[in-house]
């Protein structure tokens, strides 16, 4: 399929059409490009990606109140988004849980997709803590990640034993 520029299109329009028709080969070119700045500018992509990372990690420090809820420790940076009923690690692999293959993945990123979309969802089943008070609160609570596993080979996965 050919584009062309026709009379009275600009050349932004054009490249628009020939994006569209050629989807394909303009994400090939388009991956090729980022590829390359990602290497020679290496320390500029890192600047970019540290700015949006602290970015949401505002945002959704603030939608949360600002400040741990148990001490009140107020520096964003160091704030940690906590399930509220401690299972964290539980709910990636919970196919009942709303929309866990979405929000299940721990992260910035996730955690502001879940603030965006569901904010009661992210109300009624998060809260924010700093790590100390997290710590204490998942040693209190026997919340721990590394729950005792057993392999099920019929289902080819992990399982944490009852």
């Known amino acids: 399929m050919q584009c062309s520029l ?3 299109m600009d050349h932004a329009e054009y490249m628009r059409q020939w994006r569209k028709k050629n989807h394909d080969r303009a994400l090939e070119i388009s991956r090729k490009g980022n590829l390359k700045w990602r290497t ?3 320390e500029g992509y890192l600047s970019v990606s540290r700015k949006s ?3 949401m990690k505002k945002k959704v420090a603030d939608f949360y109140g600002g400040k741990c ?3 009140g420790f107020s520096d964003y ?14 709910e990636r692999d919970r196919k009942d849980y709303p929309n866990s293959h979405v929000y299940g993945r721990s992260g ?3 955690n502001n997709r879940l603030v965006n979309e569901n904010p009661e969802l992210a109300r009624a089943t998060r809260q924010l803590l700093c790590p100390n ?3 204490l609160k998942m040693l209190e609570n026997h919340e721990h990640g590394y729950r ?7 289902e080819n996965r992990y399982k944490i034993k009852a």
């Open 6 to 8: 026709q009379a009275g």
């Open 40 to 42: 020679l500018k290496h």
């Open 108 to 110: 910035v990123e996730a």
């Open 53 to 55: 990372r602290d970015t």
């Open 69 to 71: 809820v148990k001490c």
């Open 77 to 90: 940076r160091i704030l940690e988004v906590d399930h509220i009923d401690g299972r964290g690690c539980d």
């Open 148 to 154: 005792k596993k057993r392999y099920d080979v019929a």
């Open 133 to 135: 008070c997290h710590k």
